[in-house]
């Protein structure tokens, strides 16, 4: 499976942080953490998505950098980007989506409904 990028449009969707933000881990028993091209720390956040048709899920966004928002907080998402992925550990097959995004921060206002 490639793996390529899939832009997401972010402007009919609500997002709160609702897990901290923290280093992506690449080894989780070397404690080595993830880092771009530039140099700079991945970060991982958990987000609540909400539609404008009350659908909600929960993701996790890999962003360049601490993100510097706190749970409960309305955040915006730039530059979202969904990649399906695949792998093969052990004979068992798993596949799923990850989301990276180039910024996430605090909104500084809420949208109107």
Not at 3 to 22: E, H
Not at 47 to 60: K, Q
Request: hydrophobic share 45%.
């Amino acid at each position: 499976m490639q793996n390529i990028g899939i832009p997401v449009d972010t402007r009919a969707l609500t997002f709160v942080c609702v897990a901290p933000p923290a280093p992506k881990l690449l080894n989780r028993e070397t404690g080595e953490v993830k880092v771009d091209g530039e140099g700079r720390t991945v970060f991982q956040v958990g987000l609540s998505v909400a539609t404008e048709a009350g659908r909600i899920d929960l993701v996790t966004v890999n962003v360049p950098g601490d993100p510097q928002v706190q749970v409960g907080q309305i955040v915006t998402v730039s530059d979202l980007i969904a990649r399906p992925w695949k792998q093969v550990i052990g004979g068992q097959e798993r596949h799923g989506i990850s989301f990276g995004a180039s910024a996430v921060v605090a909104a500084s206002v809420v949208r109107a409904a």
